[in-house]
């Protein structure tokens, strides 16, 4: 079973740049489906950026252009570099994985995995 460690989190200023990392141990990340996700209080947690263990990639509209998701197998670790960052950017952010996801890459109910989040704030 995979666990997930995410870090990188922090505070940046408006347009600012940002790289959040997410260490896994237990499997291999490349067989995996891996997303970001955000959360604020109050709110649902929604899906930012998705890869498929085939390379394939899918992101929400509001960061589309603004954030790219990549792993690097030899680290195990996705990373989701954050570009142009707005106010509502911040939340807390967490990395999940799960072997087959579907269609859904972006919905958090077919994610079984996932790390213990970490605070991004743009001011």
């Known amino acids: 079973q995979v666990q997930l460690v995410e870090s990188g989190g922090g505070s940046v200023q408006v347009g600012g740049s940002l790289r959040l990392s997410c260490v896994a141990s237990g499997d291999t990340i490349s067989r995996y489906c891996m997303g970001w996700f955000r959360q604020i209080p109050d709110k649902e947690r929604e899906g930012v950026a998705a890869l498929e263990s085939d390379g394939t990639t899918q992101y929400a509209d509001s960061v589309k252009g603004r954030f790219t998701i990549s792993r690097d197998n030899d680290k195990n670790t996705l990373y989701l570099q954050m570009k142009n960052m707005k106010h509502e950017d911040t939340a807390v952010y967490y990395c999940?994985?799960?072997?087959?996801?579907?269609?859904?890459?972006?919905?958090?109910?077919?994610?079984?995995?996932w790390g213990q989040g970490t605070q991004v704030t743009v001011s």
């Open positions: 999940a994985a799960d072997l087959w996801v579907g269609l859904a890459k972006l919905k958090r109910t077919v994610y079984d995995h």
